[in-house]
């Protein structure tokens, strides 16, 4: 009998987290035996990126106060979570209609408001096995809470990295480590020619990169403040940022524009490039001679092994996961929270020495193609699936 597993995801766009997601789909249709089911809040890239599989897409819109929840909350953040909690119930009313109709075997959610309207559905789906899967370090204390006292409903939880996994609030379930996968196919060092035929300031410069999904503790405000100095020291540098801030979640509002004007406030003009939104970050990371990452937390740091996938060194804060991914001094460098001085030393050493960069890149592929691939991912979780799967 097929597996009929539910993955419920609280955003349709393509974030980090879905992109591991997309990969898991794809690839556990690809090895049968499985009926899948994605339910999403509306169409969007995810759901594109689906068509002409046999993965069944459903659109169920959530109360629009709830998807505006985001850890960032206020005194009104929390006036407006007890407002979303009023609208909720017709919400999971219509969700579980649809559980009830596809029936899983399994329900993967994938976000910290699909783990919340997951552990809301009736008591008496008996035959479904709940997973969570925690890709984000959850700091807000009100959250924390409420997802450790839902915790009971659960079968077990997936982490991203081992660091995760001694912070998530699920109690005494069990809980697995499964990196991320990355796609070491698509990220890999490519040829960058139509990007310097689109961005002409591109030509004869050093580029250090940023990319992703631009969001409050992603630190990117941080680098714009730390690289300039040695931006204005080293006008052959160019600082390119590349993503936009695409959640529409409290605390995010405006947050791309402020970037921006922080941009031109600190660094010297033509000195950095704002691309947004992009689909070629391959592209962009083979062009870079190095990225810069600085979170002021991150469970995994999916940008930077997709950095080292493709041959390019990475300075990154040294939290949460990204210890687990970047091997310091021999794929990148790894530098305490706030020590700019640090920051520009890594930086300058990379940046002077091509034989080292380029030793590092090297490292830094190899190290993601053994550790972070596709199909070790989908086997770890298969492996879960038939350990929870309660038929």
């Given at each position: 009998m097929k597996q009929r597993i539910l993955f419920i995801n609280p955003f349709s766009g393509l974030g980090g987290a879905e992109q591991s997601l997309?990969?898991?789909?794809?690839?556990?249709?690809?090895?049968?035996?499985?009926?899948?089911?994605?339910?999403?809040?509306?169409?969007?890239?995810l759901s594109r990126r689906l068509k002409g599989t046999s993965v069944t897409v459903h659109s169920l819109c959530p109360p629009s106060a709830f998807s505006r929840l985001s850890q960032r909350m206020t005194l009104a953040g929390i006036g407006q979570l007890v407002g979303a909690l009023f609208r909720l119930p017709f919400y999971v009313v219509a969700v579980a209609r649809l559980v009830k109709k596809i029936s899983p075997t399994i329900i993967h959610t994938n976000g910290i408001k699909s783990h919340l309207i997951s552990a809301l559905l009736p008591?008496?789906?008996k035959h479904t096995a709940l997973l969570w899967h925690c890709r984000r370090v959850v700091d807000n204390v009100l959250l924390r809470a409420i997802l450790s006292v839902l915790s009971f409903r659960v079968s077990g939880a997936i982490t991203n990295s081992a660091y995760l996994k001694s912070l998530v609030p699920v109690g005494n379930i069990p809980v697995h480590v499964?990196?991320?996968?990355i796609d070491s196919s698509r990220f890999r060092p490519v040829s960058c020619e139509?990007?310097?035929?689109?961005?002409?300031?591109?030509?004869?410069?050093?580029?250090?990169?940023?990319?992703?999904?631009?969001?409050?503790?992603?630190?990117?405000?941080?680098?714009?403040?730390?690289?300039?100095?040695?931006?204005?020291?080293?006008?052959?540098?160019?600082f390119v940022i590349v993503g936009e801030a695409v959640y529409e979640t409290v605390g995010n509002d405006g947050y791309g524009q402020f970037l921006r004007n922080l941009a031109k406030e600190c660094l010297p003009q033509g000195s950095f490039?704002?691309?947004?939104?992009?689909?070629?970050?391959?592209?962009?990371?083979?062009?870079?001679?190095?990225?810069?990452?600085?979170?002021?937390?991150?469970a995994f740091g999916r940008v930077v092994a997709e950095a080292l996938a493709c041959e390019t060194p990475v300075v990154a804060h040294k939290v949460g996961g990204i210890g687990e991914?970047?091997?310091?001094?021999?794929?990148?460098?790894l530098v305490a929270e706030g020590v700019s001085a640090s920051l520009?030393?890594?930086?300058?050493m990379i940046l002077r020495d091509d034989q080292q960069r380029q030793a590092m890149g090297k490292a830094g592929r190899q190290s993601v193609v053994m550790r972070f691939s596709q199909k070790s991912h989908c086997e770890k979780m298969e492996k879960i699936y038939r350990e929870h799967f309660p038929g």
């Open positions: 997309l990969g898991l789909i794809l690839s556990l249709e690809e090895r049968g035996g499985y009926d899948l089911h994605l339910l999403l809040p509306n169409e969007g890239l008591l008496s789906l499964v990196y991320n996968p139509s990007l310097l035929q689109e961005f002409p300031i591109l030509k004869e410069r050093t580029i250090i990169l940023c990319g992703g999904v631009l969001a409050h503790g992603k630190g990117v405000d941080l680098a714009i403040r730390a690289l300039a100095p040695l931006l204005r020291k080293n006008p052959d540098l160019l490039l704002f691309t947004g939104f992009r689909q070629d970050m391959e592209r962009w990371m083979s062009l870079a001679s190095v990225c810069v990452h600085l979170p002021h937390s991150e991914i970047i091997e310091d001094g021999k794929s990148g460098y520009q030393e890594k930086m300058e």
